[in-house]
């Protein structure tokens, strides 16, 4: 469907219900960004691959970065594309300089060694022409075969036998094409052949040039934040001239890029093994109002610093730049409970004195919680697992009801909220939005541990001393249930050697039978030989 009309909802990443035609009119216009170091020869045929592309080359723009290539790159005569320089190092800063320039309606990034098929570029924007918030991914096949001089138009032939993507192939199939609700889709995003958005890409910045490795994958979980649908697309087919520095150094790369993509990616959970440390982007941000009164808002601040859940963080919103703390007379100040809770968290690092809402947008999600309701400390820990079992996109927390008023509380997962923004209709609720791209549950306060009085706070010590105490009953039953075990496969011996006597006192009580009965038999015998004997004595007797 044409991004002109009703954007299409596509729930989680099943983007199948877009179904893009497979003959559409051109309309969108693409940035091709292309950073190089070196390699001529490469970049050469790069670019005669992009001549050759059947989606028209009115709307193509093709902006080659030189990232500080010595001797310079230089583009092959009549080409159309643009050459900038970019002096600061790194693929991540060659990409940014590139997409300052650009002016498309979607941004490919295109790596310098990878060739595109002829029709690669028309495959990713039949997909771009039916929604606006799209990433799409080609095929690429790796190739060791001598470069070419001039790029062939056979290029099978050329390149052929070459090696798949196993990794994108693995992670396709093993997600029935990324279709049923994979934890990570943004890892999709690998800039050696992939097409985004641009409206996608204003909304989740540029890529990230203090990473050293990662750059892709931390851009795609940002795009992914911004309300990104992760599609494969097997027909933009591609060669990659060798192999990438990833496939001879895989676990080199894995040990530096996890080094700082914990910080920033929460999705990440295997890298955030610490139990208490804090990180770059917290696991969720709580938001409250600050002005809600001292003992409201320090009871559900303490209670949310103490939960299960240490990777978050808390925003409270109020006036703090308009405070003028009172020497002479503080106990008279009109904004007495302001200053209070300014003094009470201004060192707390994990607090935000904020004087309108500022939350990370990479934070997968936001609990919105009115001041004074005190959650356990488990609450944060339970709504955030049935949000992420569920795949919700929102949960709404029914704390209080009254004939005039309804207190909720609500946990948000921004990617959702993000793509119900896109495709919402003017006049729209947001949350029938979100209920359609992700799903909406109620859930009631009082069952998930929410109180409107403060009790105790015991922190994550007690929790530790819970779990301890759990583990230790567990082992207890544990023994228990090996010992019943034994005792099980004692009584089972037992009853085996019980069944065997049984059948040999049945095999015993029939021999017995079968003797009973000969004797009884041989009783007979005898009885009717001493009748017949009698019989004749009678007879004998009668007769004389």
């Not at 070459?162 to 690998?190: I, K, M, Q, Y």
């Amino acid at each position: 469907m044409s991004v002109r009309g009703t954007t299409r909802r596509v729930r989680g990443n099943d983007y199948r219900v877009l179904r893009p035609p497979e003959h559409f009119t051109p309309e969108l216009r693409v940035s091709v960004i292309v950073p190089a170091y070196g390699a001529q020869d490469k970049l050469d045929l790069v670019l005669q691959g992009l001549a050759r592309q059947t989606y028209p080359a009115g709307l193509t723009e093709i902006i080659v970065v030189d990232n500080g290539s010595s001797p310079p790159l230089r583009l092959p005569e009549g080409t159309a594309a643009r050459l900038v320089v970019c002096e600061r190092p790194g693929r991540a800063a060659a990409r940014n300089a590139g997409l300052a320039l650009a002016t498309g309606d979607v941004i490919h990034w295109l790596d310098s060694d990878v060739v595109l098929t002829p029709g690669a570029i028309e495959a990713h924007m039949r997909w771009h022409h039916a929604a606006p918030y799209l990433s799409v991914t080609g095929y690429l096949r790796f190739t060791t075969a001598p470069l070419p001089a001039v790029l062939p138009d056979d290029l099978e032939a050329a390149f052929e036998p070459a090696e798949p993507h196993a990794w994108l192939v693995g992670l396709v199939e093993r997600t029935d094409g990324l279709t049923n609700n994979p934890v990570r889709p943004f890892s999709l995003h690998v800039g050696g052949a992939t097409s985004v958005s641009a409206r996608l890409v204003e909304a989740a910045g540029p890529m990230d040039d203090d990473l050293i490795l990662g750059q892709d994958t931390e851009m795609g979980y940002r795009l992914h934040q911004a309300g990104a649908v992760f599609v494969p697309e097997p027909l933009a087919r591609a060669y990659h001239l060798g192999p990438t520095m990833r496939m001879r150094a895989q676990e080199r790369i894995d040990r530096v890029s996890h080094a700082f993509v914990a910080d920033r990616i929460p999705a990440y959970q295997w890298l955030r093994t610490h139990p208490a440390r804090r990180w770059k982007v917290p696991n969720v941000t709580a938001v409250l109002d600050g002005t809600a009164g001292y003992e409201a808002v320090r009871a559900t601040v303490d209670a949310l610093l103490a939960s299960t859940v240490a990777d978050l963080s808390v925003v409270l919103v109020g006036p703090w730049d308009t405070l003028d703390r009172d020497r002479r007379a503080p106990l008279d100040d009109p904004h007495l409970d302001l200053v209070l809770v300014h003094g009470h968290y201004e060192h707390e690092s994990r607090v935000l004195l904020a004087t309108a809402e500022q939350v990370d947008p990479s934070v997968p999600f936001v609990l919105r919680l009115p001041a004074g309701w005190v959650p356990g400390e488990d609450s944060v820990a339970r709504l955030l697992a049935l949000a992420r079992a569920e795949g919700l996109g929102l949960v709404r927390v029914l704390l209080a009801e009254t004939p005039g008023e309804v207190v909720t509380a609500r946990l948000e997962r921004v990617s959702a909220l993000a793509r119900a923004r896109i495709v919402a209709r003017p006049g729209e609720p947001l949350d029938d939005a979100v209920e359609d791209v992700s799903g909406v549950r109620w859930v009631v306060g009082e069952e998930y541990g929410f109180a409107s009085e403060p009790g105790e706070i015991l922190g994550r010590r007690a929790a530790y001393r819970a779990r301890k105490q759990a583990e230790a009953e567990a082992a207890r039953l544990e023994r228990e249930a090996e010992r019943l075990r034994a005792q099980v496969a004692k009584w089972r011996e037992e009853a085996a050697r019980w069944r065997r006597s049984t059948v040999e006192l049945r095999r015993e009580v029939g021999t017995l039978r079968r003797d009973l009965h000969a004797a009884r038999r041989g009783q007979d015998g005898v009885r009717a030989v001493l009748a017949r004997r009698m019989k004749r004595v009678l007879t004998k007797r009668t007769r004389g």
